[in-house]
């Protein structure tokens, strides 16, 4: 047991000595640059002088060898105190060593790093990988006192370490997102109003054990004060975990009925005939909140601009289930299902599509008052789009619903010119000519991704945008302003794309080639890599469509509802 713990905790000075290699010390030093003393500050209990500390470790290097981290502040220097010295003094009595060192260092846990240097844009080594022997293997129902509520058991190589709620993973995950801001979190499982049935909560615990296993392995988080308390590794070994009070506020809910007056019974582990019965009365539960609370109402936005209440059955089906009643509903010709998808709103009106077998309830963000779902057209050539949805009223008016929307939130720009004429015929109903002017803009059935980083880029992030003729890449800042490089994709010169979310983030990478260059990978970290993989994927497919449709004696693919068109509209 002594051993997990003190492969966590260090937090006393330490000595560690190393020789130089054919790349150096391998690590840099950061810290005060002019002048000597300076403020003192709190580490770990103790008061310093202000510190220079190691910014950054070269992988493999002799540094990180030795057992050096990024973040250590340096208290002395082959012997000699540095406490309160200049980033020169302590690098000159490095130089001043020759080719070995000793150096007396502490370890600070991140919460600290801002506090102790507030002008710093703080480097985590986020690529410092320390893998861990951590899962969820399964969940608790816990009868205490009349309450009602749901333990994720947390083993640590092969031992329970604690019990914990639901709510103490959220307050966990939110601590961590303020301390390690740049930091792409792994899929974390929303808040659901309603009590959940089994497939529900087995869905969240494997949700939250990827969770753990991809961010606890990060050595910075692994080692910071909020996951150790989380793991209890303060008292790992003791016979009892820790599951702690119950707090109704945060909690799923009580149960149906009321408590009585006998003396409580002791926690117990539901039997799995009570799990049946609890998951029966969660679906009857969930039904009569969504009816009688208006705040709990999850809306789908419709094409044609009209809002529906989604009901309790609709949230326990499938995307792809709801999807096709909803257009039954409207009437729509079956062929031409496959056009439209369910989607899910995110921040700025920015929309990705879900998987036709992903389940409503598995994304229902219950805080998020602009949350909802919408159908909208899963369709990128404009062309197609106006022979195949522009036929009949019905269509032409989902493909306008949506079409004003997008210019209203600005997913869409138009021009000062268009924009009175789009408004003059939404207010007349003239669907025909709204569409074929808002079809003008360069956004108009194109998706232009929120930014994100990039392999190719080491500062700032890429805005992708990808259309039917375009995949484009804008360079931009980290906050999202945009810069002047952008790189145009031919989408010939694409030779392979692939998702994976089996890393710290998710990540689309494709492979191109131009000319008789070699063939290049790009990697794009996106929290939407899936949808950027699927939007990828259906433009390539549109385009192989549009070449069976043109060569009238190759057979068409499965799934092709393109049709032919006159010489003058092909693109």
């Not at 009892?240 to 009580?254: F, L, M, R, S």
Request: proline share 4%.
């Amino acid at each position: 047991m002594s051993q997990i713990r003190n492969r966590f905790r260090s937090r006393g000075p330490r000595e560690v000595s190393f020789s130089k290699t054919d790349t150096g010390f391998g690590f840099n030093v950061k810290g005060q640059v002019k002048v000597e003393g300076g403020d003192t500050g709190i580490i770990n209990g103790v008061l310093y002088a202000p510190l220079q500390y190691v910014s950054a470790i070269l992988e493999g290097g002799a540094a990180e060898q030795a057992g050096l981290r990024s973040g250590d502040r340096i208290l002395r220097v082959n012997e000699v105190d540095v406490e309160g010295s200049t980033h020169k003094r302590v690098v000159d009595l490095i130089k001043a060593g020759g080719d070995h060192l000793t150096m007396t260092v502490i370890s600070v846990p991140a919460r600290d790093f801002q506090r102790l240097d507030p002008d710093d844009d703080y480097f985590y080594d986020y690529t410092d990988i320390k893998r861990l022997d951590i899962g969820i293997p399964n969940y608790e129902h816990i009868d205490e006192e009349g309450n009602r509520y749901v333990v994720y058991m947390v083993v640590l190589d092969g031992r329970m370490v604690a019990k914990r709620r639901y709510s103490e993973f959220l307050s966990l995950h939110e601590e961590m997102q303020k301390i390690f801001k740049d930091f792409e979190f792994p899929k974390f499982p929303g808040k659901w109003p309603f009590q959940m049935s089994e497939p529900q909560l087995e869905k969240r615990r494997y949700i939250l054990e990827n969770y753990l296993q991809k961010t606890f392995r990060v050595r910075v988080i692994q080692e910071s004060d909020q996951v150790l308390d989380f793991l209890n590794l303060d008292t790992y070994g003791k016979d009892d975990v820790d599951t702690h009070a119950y707090n109704p506020d945060i909690e799923i809910g009580k149960p149906d009925t009321k408590p009585t007056s006998e003396k409580p019974q002791q926690q117990q582990v539901m039997t799995s005939q009570s799990k049946r019965a609890n998951d029966e009365r969660s679906v009857q539960e969930m039904k009569s909140r969504v009816g009688d609370d208006s705040s709990l109402a999850v809306r789908l936005l419709l094409p044609n601009r009209k809002k529906v209440e989604l009901s309790s059955d609709d949230l326990n089906q499938s995307a792809g289930r709801v999807c096709e009643k909803y257009l039954n509903e409207h009437k729509l010709d079956e062929s031409l299902h496959p056009l439209f998808a369910l989607f899910r709103s995110n921040e700025d009106h920015f929309y990705s599509k879900m998987d036709e077998k992903e389940n409503l309830s598995s994304c229902y963000v219950e805080d998020d008052q602009d949350f909802h779902f919408a159908i909208r057209k899963w369709i990128f050539n404009s062309k197609q789009e106006e022979l195949l949805l522009g036929r009949s009223d019905l269509t032409k008016q989902l493909l306008t619903g949506q079409a004003y929307e997008d210019v209203k939130n600005g997913t869409i720009q138009v021009t000062s010119r268009q924009g009175p004429q789009l408004k003059l015929f939404a207010s007349q109903d003239k669907h025909s000519d709204y569409l074929e002017c808002v079809r003008k803009s360069p956004d108009y059935s194109s998706v232009t991704f929120p930014h994100c980083s990039c392999d190719s880029r080491k500062q700032g992030h890429v805005i992708v945008k990808i259309s039917f003729d375009h995949f484009k890449l804008f360079a931009c800042t980290q906050e999202g302003q945009m810069e002047s490089q952008v790189i145009d994709f031919a989408w010939p010169e694409m030779k392979e794309w692939d998702y994976d979310d089996d890393v710290t983030a998710s990540v689309f990478r494709f492979q191109y080639q131009r000319g008789e260059k070699k063939a290049r990978w790009v990697k794009i970290y996106s929290p939407y890599a899936r949808y950027m993989k699927e939007c990828f994927a259906r433009v390539l497919e549109e385009r192989q469509w549009i070449e069976e449709v043109k060569d009238e004696s190759e057979q068409k693919s499965q799934g092709n509802i393109f049709l032919e068109m006159e010489d003058d509209e092909e693109e």
